[in-house]
């Protein structure tokens, strides 16, 4: 940590700054500038909240040069991980994983279309929801446990894994129970406590970066996950908040070369929350796997129009069949298979 | 809402949305314009996700007209609502409620030293937080059940209410048993089971709009509380994640007019969180009830410099004593008390 | 500045990285901490971009300590400083100074109608677009010199100083000779010939906020006026780009303690772009006082359903004097007139 | 246009917006819904400022239909519009255009270095500042004539076209004289004086979004160039400003596929503003073609340790030709040639 001065600061007030240093344990050093003194603190103590220190007189900013996260980081685990999913097929490496399925299970017929469909195509994995955050209490909030059942038929029928989100700690051991990998939504990427409920799990986590979350942020959710002892962690990018009004959220692909030089672990795109509109997926797609992505999660619904959520991003079977085409190209254009 | 064709659709187009708009049971109207046509569906479906006509055969985009809130908004109920803390005070009305306090419960010493100088100064609850969602999972996660039991004996000395955050569902009725407000933090305002378990309790709740989300969202998340039966959110603006880096968010008061129009709920101003440093808090503060707020929430340590949460936005007692003599003569300039 | 290294770098980075700030004229400190070593560069450099030192081996990231404004810092110039206007009223110092008028002068009924009810309501200026900064090439774009020579009528009718936008190098002239304040606009800040042209008249600049401008940046082109030995910048926030729909632009007041802390220019509000509705001006009017605005810049239209631009934000001549006496009250409670 | 009207209001307020709309020499039609009734106007009247309705009483909100840009749409030229460079090189069209260069012109042997090494990895054109927007007044500001006359060389050396930035409308003839392209940058997208004088010469225009520009505020800017007589408009993305801090500008390439949908110019993309950081230029670089850019626009330097400006983004000769060998293998995979 560097404590910057203000211009004109006493030496008493940089005493005071070393002493509060030397209470916490760490080691101060001062460096007089020609404007500025700054006053850096060596030691390692995350988990204090050092920027209390901006109330000492004469202070301007604290500057941190630790990053917070440490068993999510690069630094301490050098070769990227890879995740098994337990039916054979894994995120991270060499393999671009595809996942995709309808936004929400709605019932038998519809979900085993889509999923007999983006499992012909070449898809891994199933999503679908059967619990729903929905920002409107008064829309449809999924088949809960019943949707489950369904995605376990499913599951049986095709061989795809399963991703599903959990919403709340009290469905998490239901929803392990069913599913392959739990997805944590972007609105819960800051609930703390399920994110320690899904770290007690051996189900790997699939992490979506909340729509305002900086990347360091991203980083420490997955270390909440990670503390607990399950280090199978999937990151997923969604898409951001901007002022942009052309797309649902703004799709910020420079985030998987930072997470690949910042952390050990994988990054799949969703481009359909990403954008918010069917036509934009399959060049975002395509535009993911090219910068790199681990995988993509993708909404694939078998009748759009009639979609009960998301169907304005919803594509058609026959569209993923297409864009998995152009997928397979643009991997092997990089080096990597699907 | 209003359909928008694309230009150049063709009669059928226009046909197949009139009969997607029927099979919802809605009646449609259309208008044919120099360069579009569009169709309005008339009839109120809150509820059917009809964004999904977007996927429609030379669809554009799909434009709502009815707000999605219902028991929050103004058009259902006309008079403000005054939400009663209990301690014989309450957040609405002529009067403005100032709720100050730690940003965290650190021990007795620390809690009542805080609580007699807000009390004394003229606040009427007494804010600390217990649990504490922390961006880090090493950071100091609060006192828990240790700290309500503080904050309850705050309350017995000096007769302030309690408000106090509660992270997950599994903490509500623990919570709802020290606490005369539950307050729901920016991190959980998408955190739906969280808001229905609040709005299963008979406490008045302080929601805290997310850092992102829009105004519509916010007044959603309180409609999810009120739909379980209790009517009393109180709601809490905090500020704004932008690309502005003078300040840790950027508080936004064009909301409180704002939220008065579509709005009967009280709203409340937090210019610790929505400014990061102490030396704005005075200033927002009294922006702040020019602007019309019904409260404001303020971070309070005897010792900023020492505090494990938040110091560097926390102002002393001393200086909240000051900051609520320039409150008082903006209040008596807009016709109100505090 | 302060060069960051990676974890695991070499002495001979450590050193390379030396050697470049040695190159520079600069001194090196070279600090080993436990994770992480860190090079404090020291000497005043600005001008030069140390940002390319990133390109180094091993180097994580670039930290700059000192401000890169002189002029327009407080550090430099501790005393607030007041522009004066010339027809004897100013901006900055006790007095908060009221600038009203149309968005555009569009005829002389109507600017002399708003001139004359702005100045018996208190205004001290009258503002009023001769050439307008439009979005759509198809939009009005202003009365031109006609406009002027209008403004200047209103002028000598009520005394009030004009403060009018001026968009481009080749009307500085033409503009300087008709108005009183050169205003230049949001989408201008960053169009540096035009703020060294403004910067070589006589007369004061009124600069407003570029929309997705930071605080540095602000200040930055308040310095290019300066540098060229104008030093008459009035600063004015208008609203910044952000997520939210609710408003046109978000405002946000804190930047008004924050200029105070950096500078010593005087900072205005425009509250009516800053919003873009009508029915918000007044609270945020109250609130830009109430933090410590030296000013507001406020558009009044005698009939805003049929003005030619921005009629959803400008208030009526009634309005504007309704808002006056709030404006009053808030100023006599923070120890100001008006 | 629609006029959404507020829920309660009385047949004279419609009435009196149905007096508006006919002043204006609309049609209305009026739609009563189950809780609002609605407005409709119906006829072309782009150039008028219908928002100033908002203002009439118990109109709720205004909502546009038709999109405010002509010559620039897809609607009025169907077939993607290909721009000649004069140099036998284009931009649009099955081939992805690849112009490289430093950020700023320093010197002679730095700038042949870059050209002859972007030339020999198949860049069509060559970018460098001769004229530099620089944020700080005291920052390097580029060669000015002297920096043209050394891009003419790089010309005739190596048959580079040369694309550079105008950054006033008095160095407009100047630059025409040497550039094969006039580059206007993100802080002069709004420079709407400059954009008319760019529209009257016969040069091709880059034209790069502005920093929180939306796309139709861009397009719109397109519009000013086309509206002159300018046909050959290169739209140019380079990044937004956003909460992120990983990056210098958030890059959003599903613009790529808006912009393909509303307009028929072409796009090209900026990785190098896009990200600010060197290591993400060849990621983004892949993603942007594989999602259909029309070309890139990258800062390449012979020493970025040591350049003048943007360093920190710049990549090597030998970056650029690795780049240049992926590059193809994406454009490959989507049926282009580089």
């Avoid at 007089?32 to 909240?49: E, L, N, P, S, Y």
Wanted: glycine share 10%.
């Amino acid at each position: 940590m560097i404590v910057v001065m203000q211009s004109g600061c006493a030496k008493e007030d940089v005493d005071h700054v070393v002493g509060l240093i030397r209470e916490l344990g760490l080691t101060d050093h001062v460096i007089v500038g020609t404007d500025r003194t700054v006053v850096a603190a060596i030691g390692d103590k995350r988990g204090v909240d050092m920027s209390s220190l901006e109330r000492s007189p004469m202070v301007d900013r604290i500057v941190p040069i630790l990053a917070p996260y440490k068993v999510a980081s690069r630094e301490v685990k050098k070769e990227a991980s890879v995740i098994s999913l337990g039916n054979g097929s894994s995120v991270g490496g060499d393999k671009v994983a595809v996942i995709a399925g309808p936004c929400s299970v709605e019932n038998e017929t519809q979900l085993l279309a889509a999923a007999t469909a983006v499992k012909a195509a070449g898809a891994i994995g199933l999503r679908g929801g059967a619990f729903k955050p929905r920002t409107n209490p008064y829309d449809f909030q999924g088949l809960g446990e019943a949707g489950l059942k369904l995605l376990a038929k499913a599951r049986s029928e095709t061989g795809l894994a399963i991703v599903t989100e959990v919403m709340s700690i009290d469905q998490v051991d239901l929803v392990a129970e069913y599913a392959d990998v739990l997805q944590i939504g972007t609105r819960n990427m800051h609930n703390f406590n399920l994110l320690i409920a899904a770290g007690r799990t051996k189900k790997p986590v699939m992490l979506k970066r909340g729509w305002s979350a900086t990347l360091q942020e991203f980083l420490l959710a997955a270390e909440y996950v990670m503390s607990e002892g399950n280090q199978d962690v999937i990151l997923c990018e969604r898409g951001i908040r901007t002022h942009e009004s052309y797309v649902r959220n703004t799709l910020p692909l420079a985030i998987i070369p930072a997470i690949k030089r910042e952390s050990h672990l994988p990054i799949v795109i969703d481009p359909s929350q990403g954008t918010g509109h069917a036509y934009m997926v399959p060049a975002m797609s395509r535009a993911a796997i090219a910068a790199g992505a681990d995988g993509l999660l993708i909404e694939v619904h078998p009748d759009p129009e009639h979609a009960m959520t998301d169907g304005a991003q919803s594509i058609t079977p026959k569209g993923f069949t297409e864009l998995m085409g152009e997928a397979r190209a643009i991997a092997a254009a990089v080096g990597r298979t699907i």
